[in-house]
């Protein structure tokens, strides 16, 4: 546990140290700034929105789908080239040449870009959020599920272009894991529409689609809860578009899957990682 404090220690001062990791958290500080001036210009201009929650959904919904896609490439970049990087340079070899075990040098490095991919998240959904509530006040519906979800959902991002980028090269890991992403996520809105749908043989395409999409990569789930957890519990939008089943909770079984779907793809990362060539 020591050893892997150390290694985690010298990856957060590595990181930050790296404009790789420095312009990224600046830009996203830039995002809920961005929101912020938007919703001030329309705050200011005096047409005033009829309802508060409604308001808030029409906006959560314009922005937070944007901090996810900022978050992921974000996520995809670094989780890409933290490790190859580590290992071209020699480090890695370096620090397993030490009384350290490679289980504990990857631990280290891999909750340090955790660490960094989280607080991009963090800026990036909760400053949003942030500034949604500072000009328009309403009541999450779950107030747990929107702080714990983004969290959940970067260690999902980490784990599939972590696991990725010890088989292939960088940016082949990047375009692979943001187009699975990007699939998941559409693939995620979509069986919400088409189950709201009389069936049919598309409708029925489309969720097998889906089902197979979720359980290669699990993480539009726990996106999907972070949005139903930070969206207003007394909109009528949400009331209206929850009635046809969309913009619903997932159930529990396919966020505990996404759990452990993370802790196994970690797990492949460490098999790969112990049988590669650090010299």
């Not at 340090?112 to 009541?139: D, E, Q």
Request: hydrophobic share 55%; aromatic share 10%; proline share 5%.
């Amino acid at each position: 546990m020591r050893t892997t404090s150390a290694i985690l220690l010298a990856g957060l001062r590595q990181l930050s140290r790296s404009r790789l990791v420095t312009i990224p958290v600046v830009l996203a500080l830039l995002y809920p700034g961005l929101v912020v001036l938007i919703l001030s210009g329309t705050h200011t201009a005096g047409k005033g929105m009829a309802d508060a929650a409604d308001a808030a959904m029409g906006v959560m919904f314009m922005t937070i789908p944007m901090a996810a896609t900022l978050a992921t490439g974000f996520i995809m970049i670094l989780g890409s080239s933290l490790l190859p990087e580590e290992i071209s340079a020699g480090r890695a070899g370096f620090w397993v040449a030490q009384p350290v075990s490679r289980d504990s040098y990857l631990a280290g490095m891999t909750l340090a870009s955790f660490a960094v991919c989280c607080i991009v998240s963090a800026i990036l959904f909760f400053g949003t959020s942030a500034a949604i509530l500072a000009f328009i006040p309403y009541r999450p519906t779950a107030v747990v599920w929107a702080f714990l979800c983004p969290l959940l959902w970067t260690a999902a991002n980490l784990a599939l272009v972590t696991a990725v980028s010890l088989y292939l090269p960088r940016i082949a890991s990047i375009i692979i894991c943001l187009a699975l992403a990007g699939f998941s996520n559409f693939m995620g809105s979509v069986s919400q529409v088409v189950g709201a749908l009389p069936g049919g043989s598309v409708a029925s395409t489309m969720q097998t689609v889906y089902w197979v999409s979720f359980f290669v990569f699990p993480a539009d789930p726990l996106l999907r809860l972070a949005m139903s957890g930070l969206g207003p519990a007394d909109s009528s939008i949400q009331m209206m578009m929850s009635s046809i089943g969309f913009m619903t909770s997932p159930p529990a079984w396919q966020i505990v899957y996404a759990l452990i779907w993370s802790a196994a793809v970690f797990l492949l990362a460490g098999a790969r990682f112990r049988r590669m060539d650090l010299a």
